[in-house]
């Protein structure tokens, strides 16, 4: 895989509940650099599988001119996480800029969604690398590891320090 170049402005950031239509529409217009849909936190358990269609349906469908599209799915220690991937980037892939990985612990974590990214991208006929990934960092252990989790993977765009 060879990585794609691009720098993206991410001065503002606005995140959106993913299972919230209205607030997904109102997003559109906001003038944020980067919005974030979000699948983890702001997403009740029971949501969650409606909510990835919901945020499909508002990339493929919603204006978002000039903002960085990125999904927040749920952490590798989830049962959610592989199923956020697959359905929001088998939906709507062409549409999305990246998938923030939250609770980001050691680098075998983003070379896991590389490989999940890259087997979607191959089988969906997109570009292989052009979907980024963002890594929240939100614990100690996540920071020790910083070095490795920052070189695991070429498409990794931005380090985001969370509160813990």
């Not at 606005?14 to 299972?19: C, D």
């Not at 990934?133 to 020790?144: H, P, S």
């Not at 590891?145 to 990794?156: C, Q, T, V, W």
Request: glycine letters at 8%; charged letters at 25%.
């Amino acid at each position: 895989m060879t990585a794609v170049n691009r720098l993206r402005p991410r001065r503002s950031c606005l995140a959106v509940p993913g299972s919230n239509p209205r607030f997904l529409e109102k997003a559109q217009g906001l003038p944020a650099d980067q919005v974030f849909l979000d699948l983890e936190d702001a997403c009740a358990p029971l949501a969650k599988e409606g909510a990835r269609h919901t945020i499909v349906d508002a990339l493929n469908d919603g204006d978002w001119t000039g903002k960085t599209r990125v999904v927040r799915v749920n952490d590798w220690t989830t049962h959610w996480t592989y199923r956020d991937v697959i359905t929001v980037v088998e939906g709507a892939g062409q549409n999305l800029d990246c998938i923030m990985l939250p609770k980001v612990q050691d680098a075998e974590q983003v070379v896991a969604l590389d490989l999940l990214l890259t087997q979607i991208e191959k089988t969906m006929g997109f570009e292989v690398g052009r979907i980024g990934i963002e890594a929240q960092i939100e614990n100690a252990k996540g920071l020790v590891n910083i070095d490795d989790i920052a070189a695991a993977s070429p498409r990794l765009e931005t380090l985001i320090f969370g509160p813990a």
